[in-house]
């Protein structure tokens, strides 16, 4: 079953209700994010992304999360320093959130369906809204099968 967020609620850094449906139009990759996993480093690949796709209409947003090992325990000014001196990322990050609320509570009604796994899970949503895609926190960033799906996205 294809899953419209349009209307799903979240909190930007400011802690301001957004919907994701602000973002219309764009290609959007939906990541929980961790300053202190093993996958970390992904976000290096996630700025590339941003950098390379986001003049076509793409975004990526980040939903910096703790429920995976611990492995998020700053505070978001803390998280966005480290995120920008560390990694040079300047998507957008947001508020913390736990896997129980928006916008996973909706995501992961997408096929497949069921809970994330780990931090670094990455939910492609097409331009009008829907959930088109899910990577495992295994696909990197730069891997061909993400970056063809961002493609056939933006072409749509």
Do not use: H
Not at 20 to 44: E, I, K, P
Not at 70 to 76: D, F, K, M, T, W
């Amino acid at each position: 079953m294809a899953v419209n967020v349009s209307e799903v609620m979240v909190r930007d850094a400011e802690g301001n209700p957004k919907r994701l449906g602000d973002w219309g139009g764009q290609v959007l990759l939906v990541v929980n994010v961790a300053s202190r996993c093993g996958f970390t480093r992904q976000y290096a690949g996630l700025q590339a992304l941003q950098e390379a796709y986001g003049s076509q209409g793409f975004s990526v947003l980040g939903f910096p999360c703790n429920d995976f090992g611990a492995q998020e325990p700053g505070s978001l000014p803390e998280i966005q320093q480290f995120c920008s001196s560390t990694y040079g990322a300047s998507f957008p990050l947001f508020d913390k959130v736990t896997m129980a609320e928006e916008p996973y509570s909706s995501l992961t009604q997408s096929e497949p369906a069921g809970p994330v796994a780990w931090n670094f899970e990455k939910f492609l949503v097409g331009k009008d809204g829907s959930v088109i895609a899910r990577f495992k926190s295994r696909v990197e960033p730069d891997s061909a099968e993400l970056k063809a799906a961002i493609e056939s996205a933006l072409a749509a």
